[in-house]
Nanobody, 121 residues
Framework: QVQLVESGGGLVQAGGSLRLACAAS????????MAWYRQAPGKQRELVAG???????NYATSVKGRFTISRDNAKNTVYLQMNSLKPEDTAVYYC???????????????WGQGTQVTVSS
């Protein structure tokens, strides 16, 4: 019914930049909050950045000032611009969306399949 498809991951040198995108598709009535999480090997999944439907954003302390989350509500897409990347940013990045399906009362949270980001030193 709903798919979240991430793109934009890859290998980059320390200090470089990447832009991730996540497009939601399917029988969607509306999308509430959207977010990016990441999970490094041997570590728990952690919130990187979140954004409300109105555009208010919050960030993990470790990425504040380097990463920017944004969204295009017309395209059901959330972006993560990552600058000044560090080796410790290496992880699988997942997008997350809380959304309402057509003809459903409740909102549900969906996850993308993840995209690998590797930062070499």
């Amino acid at each position: 019914q709903v798919q979240l498809v991430e793109s934009g991951g890859g290998l980059v040198q320390a200090g470089g930049s990447l832009r991730l995108a996540c497009a939601a598709s399917g029988s969607i009535s509306s999308i509430n909050d959207m977010a990016w999480y990441r999970q490094a090997p041997g570590k728990q999944r952690e919130l990187v950045a979140g954004i409300t439907v109105g555009g208010s954003a919050n960030y993990a302390t470790s990425v504040k000032g380097r990463f920017t989350i944004s969204r295009d509500n017309a395209k059901n897409t959330v972006y993560l611009q990552m600058n000044s990347l560090k080796p410790e940013d290496t992880a699988v990045y997942y997008c997350n969306a809380n959304l309402k399906l057509i003809a459903h009362w409740n909102s549900y949270t969906y996850w993308g399949q993840g995209t690998q980001v590797t930062v070499s030193s």
